[in-house]
T-cell receptor, first 113, second 117 residues
């Protein structure tokens, strides 16, 4: 069985602050993939990043960065210098040797001007 | 990038009627599509896996006679909510992968907000 836990339900920050979203996962498989998706108020899900279990190199893409630590089963996501447009629900997700994607409960980020 | 189109975006229907939701992959072929359901302020729950040319695979607890899935072509899957009731009101989202590999990301439609009165 696989499980994704996003302990933070809601985070509220003021514009330009950094915000880090936590994600902890459980799986018995040695090969697996982790994802982050963004769901803005309009409802669609936007793919942000994919990371495989053999690649622990952290990544920065613009104002987004990801910290994958296999030793602690965590795949955290940071938004630097947040903007109002970053307000959304962010989902961490995992799949391993099947085609099903397991989602965390989501973290609602509110960025205030 | 890969585009998944879902229609309608919103639908309001009366209790007892059926509603059909379409999911199309616009610029790629999808042998497998997935249907998720999302309650307000909750996560996405996989309802079923739609397989082109064969029967859908339903998750435990999902009534297959209630939620009819048809995947007649490589670019179209439909979800029909039969004899809808207010408790079926929810946000339904379809998704597909551009490649058959399970590690390729899912691309999602914009979702359908169903309200049953």
């Amino acid at each position: 069985a696989q499980k994704v836990t996003q302990a933070q339900t809601e985070i509220s920050v003021v514009e330009k602050e950094d915000v880090t979203l936590d994600c902890v996962y459980e799986t018995r498989d040695t090969t697996y993939y982790l994802f982050w998706y963004k769901q803005p108020p309009s409802g669609e899900l936007v793919f942000l990043i994919r990371r495989n279990s053999f690649d622990e190199q952290n990544e920065i893409s613009g104002r987004y960065s990801w910290n994958f630590q296999k030793s602690t089963s965590s795949f955290n996501f940071t938004i630097t210098a947040s903007q109002v447009v970053d307000s959304a629900v962010y989902f961490c997700a995992l799949n391993s040797n099947d085609y099903k994607l397991s989602f965390g409960a989501g973290t609602t980020v509110t960025v205030r001007a | 990038g890969a585009v998944v189109s879902q229609h309608p975006s919103r639908v309001i229907c009366k209790s007892g009627t059926s509603v059909k939701i379409e999911c199309r992959s616009l610029d790629f072929q999808a042998t497998t599509m997935f249907w998720y359901r999302q309650f307000p302020k909750q996560s996405l729950m996989l309802m079923a896996t739609s397989n082109e040319g064969s029967k859908a695979t339903y998750e435990q607890g999902v009534e297959k006679d209630k939620f009819l899935i048809n995947h007649a072509s490589l670019t179209l899957s439909t979800l029909t909510v039969t004899s809808a009731h207010p408790e079926d009101s929810s946000f339904y989202i379809c998704s597909a992968r551009t490649a058959s590999s399970y590690n390729s990301p899912l691309h999602f439609g914009n979702g359908t907000r169903l309200t049953v009165t």
